[in-house]
């Protein structure tokens, strides 16, 4: 059987490396998409090492640089004819950054790459996937999207390209948190569109995870400290690695499509109450997610914004 195909952004570290190592020691074809070879070439040797698999390719790309993922996507599609599995697992990730910056295309860093960069790397690799005879794509979203059962707290649309930079207050957690909503958003929507393709598309919620030191690094020195003392009670990258690879190659979730799964393999669900008692069990449990997430308004509010920015 010919290998299977597997693309995996932000591979050099944490879950992404321990999802390379994972798909490469089952024998699939992995493609490291990662933003410095340097950095990543060391990962890559180890990977082929420990898998005896040397079918580990490196590429350079830059999730928050649509010129990058143009660049990427386009060599990819001239040295391979087919794609089967697409993992959106890179972010960035920079909890105590105080300043708002924008990409290369001028939105807002965090929004760039955890949000639009994966939307138009799909966007530009379908064609690809459609080759596959079962094709995935998974996105990696996260815990801190449980903020959303606030029912005060939305996604700061009208500020994603700069609009109001210095005006407003400026906070990178609630940055990652509301790009993840966005992803989520995203993915439900992406999955009704590849649909009639034969692509499925579903996304994971990542709980509780042991940091990488590359991640711990860049934060501020306070966030360092509390990341540092967390990651004594986290859980280690590979558990989240095996649910990359059983969403992704097993046949329970072949028909799986547009899914929320959490960290014990389970769909979620939109919740029902988000007040008193039940917002405590939303918050503490992972049955549900924030009903803000299953609006249509939200979902095609930033499918349409996110399909202008793409296609500029």
């Known amino acids: 059987?010919?290998?299977?195909?597997?693309?995996?952004?932000?591979?050099?570290?944490?879950?992404?490396?321990?999802?390379?190592?994972?798909?490469?020691?089952?024998?699939?074809?992995?493609?490291?998409?990662?933003?410095?070879?340097?950095?990543?070439?060391?990962?890559?040797?180890?990977?082929?090492?420990?898998?005896?698999?040397?079918?580990?390719?490196?590429?350079?790309?830059?999730?928050?640089?649509?010129?990058?993922?143009r660049v990427f996507c386009t060599a990819f599609i001239a040295k391979y004819p087919r794609l089967d599995i697409l993992i959106h697992n890179a972010a960035y990730?920079?909890?105590?950054?105080?300043?708002?910056?924008?990409?290369?295309?001028?939105?807002?860093?965090?929004?760039?790459?955890?949000?639009?960069?994966?939307?138009?790397?799909?966007?530009?690799?379908?064609?690809?996937?459609?080759?596959?005879?079962?094709?995935?794509?998974?996105?990696?979203?996260?815990t801190n999207i449980k903020h959303f059962f606030d029912p005060k707290r939305t996604i700061e649309f009208d500020n994603l390209r700069g609009e109001y930079r210095g005006t407003r207050p400026f906070s990178m957690y609630k940055r990652y948190g509301d790009s993840k909503m966005a992803l989520l958003l995203l993915s439900f929507k992406l999955a009704e569109e590849y649909k009639s393709r034969?692509?499925?598309?579903?996304?994971?919620?990542?709980?509780?995870?042991?940091?990488?030191?590359a991640t711990i690094n860049k934060m501020s020195p306070l966030?360092?400290?509390?990341?540092?003392?967390?990651?004594?009670?986290?859980?280690?990258p590979s558990g989240m690695a095996d649910h990359y690879f059983h969403i992704c190659t097993s046949d329970e979730f072949k028909t799986v499509i547009g899914r929320f799964i959490n960290h014990r393999r389970e769909i979620m669900h939109p919740a029902t109450t988000e007040t008193g008692l039940a917002q405590l069990r939303n918050i503490f449990g992972s049955e549900s997610y924030p009903a803000y997430a299953a609006d249509e308004q939200n979902i095609e509010k930033i499918w349409a914004l996110g399909m202008a920015l793409i296609e500029e």
């Not at 379908?126 to 094709?135: A, C, I, W």
């Open 223 to 236: 966030w360092r400290v509390l990341a540092r003392v967390q990651n004594l009670t986290n859980r280690l």
């Open 1 to 69: 059987m010919e290998q299977r195909m597997v693309i995996i952004t932000g591979a050099n570290s944490g879950i992404g490396r321990a999802a390379t190592l994972k798909f490469a020691s089952e024998g699939y074809h992995v493609v490291m998409a990662c933003r410095s070879l340097q950095q990543s070439r060391g990962v890559q040797e180890e990977v082929i090492r420990l898998s005896s698999n040397e079918s580990v390719d490196l590429m350079e790309v830059d999730m928050s640089s649509f010129a990058s993922i």
């Open 93 to 142: 990730l920079n909890h105590g950054e105080k300043e708002y910056k924008l990409s290369p295309e001028g939105i807002e860093l965090t929004f760039a790459t955890n949000t639009f960069g994966p939307l138009l790397m799909s966007h530009l690799l379908r064609g690809l996937l459609e080759q596959s005879p079962d094709p995935r794509i998974l996105h990696a979203c996260t």
């Open 198 to 213: 034969g692509i499925n598309v579903n996304a994971l919620q990542i709980n509780r995870v042991k940091l990488s030191p």
